[in-house]
């Protein structure tokens, strides 16, 4: 495999936060203490394209955490200091990572003894981002394209590869691997790691995050409509009243053009974009916040015959794909293998007449979920700009392997995976074939969490990770 070269430190700086020391109950009791953070902002540089390490470069940040000590005799040791890494890599394609205080496990494994870091993935927060503006500096839309395509997970993982061998060159070679711990697309992520540069890690945590390994996403959207269709039930099931409040809508969106009412982003208000806030069925509480929305929404209809700003604006902060460009574009190459998405989500809709937006029987008009499809080049105001890239990229087949199904099956680095029955956005059984490819991979599986439990069942869900790490052979 392509030796990687390490990234170039090109700065960092360190300050301390408050932790939740000074934070009590309602009832006045004092909370756990947890202390405070010594947070520091890296920047790397790191080639543009790791097949050519004499090239032009990116900048990437990170933001590192330990726990901020003041021991009453101090130990200057280097040694001390050089506490076991874990790198956390955020879901996504796409998203950056928040500041390590705002994270609920952030504590949790600090005090397992590592320090952290948070990556923002190249384009994302300010690993030199992704937007429409900064890509079509790159100039035509064929070379916008090609560009893109130096984002997917193998060069994420080359990219950290090379942040590893910078952060630890000094360190003992003992301590030179790291951990990983990958949250959905992290995940993935974490498994082309395992495949092609197993040697810099000690340990991968994966959270919702074990990658269906094919080739293309067709087979993907294929399970995840029909785990779609068993959540819209759920929906439907607990709120049968939105049943009619969701057609009123959709016949007021009709009724005025279906897209003539502008959000306050400027996009395209849409019955198709509207049924997209079924993204959030896959999240804990997701049926609840759907269901606010539709509410409003349709008291508004009925109260006033238009929707007010308050409505728009929580329809348009719901899906904020504007500001996600490479969940936008990338969502369906990071299942591909030498094969073209083709619009892969859009297709297979096809296959479900439960998904009909047309239907003119009884039945409930039924959301969709994370599913990206060609409409929303038109829909999305920002995403309007970047319509013919969006196009080349559906039909572009020219994509690199992102598995070494060979390496993971003689894997010997200890994996640790949570994995959801009930996961809207990873198929389980799909996720549970991986499982079995990875040796000596370990599963923590569940029927009562969703894709968001690191977030919104953390202290379960990581107590059983680690669970897994310590336990013994019964």
């Keep these: 495999m392509q030796k990687i070269a390490p990234a170039k430190i090109v700065s960092q700086k360190s300050y301390v936060v408050a932790g939740k020391d000074h934070l009590t109950s309602n ?7 947890q202390g405070r953070l010594k947070i520091t902002e890296h920047f790397f540089d790191v080639p543009k394209d790791h097949a050519n390490q004499n090239g032009s470069t990116i900048r990437v940040f990170a933001r590192s955490v330990k726990k901020n000590e003041t021991p009453i005799v101090p130990d200057n040791h280097k040694e001390k200091q050089q506490l076991p890494w874990m790198c956390y890599l955020q879901g996504g394609p796409g998203f950056r990572c928040q500041p390590p205080q705002n994270y609920s496990f952030t504590h ?31 100039g035509t839309n064929d070379v916008q394209a090609k560009y893109l395509k130096l984002y997917r997970a193998d060069s994420i993982v080359r990219d950290c590869e090379a942040i590893r061998q910078a952060l630890t060159a000094d360190y003992p070679a003992e301590k030179k691997k790291w951990s990983i711990m990958g949250q959905s697309f992290g995940g993935f992520c974490s498994l082309t790691y395992l495949s092609f540069y197993p040697e810099g890690l000690r340990e991968s945590f994966l959270f919702g995050g074990l990658a269906p ?3 293309g996403p067709d087979e993907v959207y294929r399970r995840l409509y029909k ?8 929906y439907y099931n607990k709120y049968p009243e939105d049943i009619t409040r969701v057609k009123t809508i959709h016949n007021y969106l009709k009724r005025f053009g279906d897209g003539k009412i502008k959000l306050p982003s400027e996009g395209n208000l849409t019955r198709r974009r509207f049924r997209m806030l079924g ?4 999240f804990h509480g997701g049926l609840d916040s759907v269901h606010d929305i539709v509410l409003r929404a349709s008291y508004d209809i009925e109260s006033f015959g238009h929707l007010t700003r308050g409505s728009l604006s929580a329809i348009d902060r719901a899906m904020p794909f504007d500001e996600a460009v490479i969940y936008a574009i990338l969502h369906e190459p990071i299942y591909c293998q030498a094969v073209a998405p083709k619009w892969s989500a859009h297709r297979m809709i096809e296959e479900y007449p439960a998904f009909d937006l047309d239907k003119t029987d009884d039945s409930p008009i039924y959301f969709t979920g994370e599913m990206v499809y060609p409409w929303m080049f038109e829909d999305y105001s920002e995403l309007r700009k970047l319509d013919d890239v969006a196009k080349r990229i559906a039909n572009d087949s020219d994509w690199s392997e992102l598995y070494n199904e060979e390496q993971l099956a003689r894997n010997e680095v200890p994996v640790y995976a949570a994995s959801y029955v009930e996961d809207m956005y990873v198929d389980f059984d799909l996720a549970m ?3 079995r490819k990875v040796k000596g991979c370990k599963v923590f599986t569940t029927n009562v969490m969703f894709h968001d439990a690191i977030r919104s069942r953390m202290d379960e869900v990581v107590r059983q990770a680690f669970t897994l790490r310590d336990d013994v052979l019964d």
């Design 279 to 282: 993204l959030m069925f896959g």
């Design 213 to 215: 390994i094919t080739a």
């Design 27 to 33: 009832r006045g009791e004092a909370n756990t203490l």
């Design 108 to 138: 949790p494994v600090l005090d397992k003894g590592y320090q952290l870091l948070f990556l923002d993935q190249r384009g994302t927060g300010m690993s030199s981002p992704i937007t429409a503006s900064t890509l079509q500096m790159r």
């Design 227 to 234: 785990k779609l269709i068993q959540r819209n039930e759920a």
């Design 433 to 435: 074939e991986t499982a």
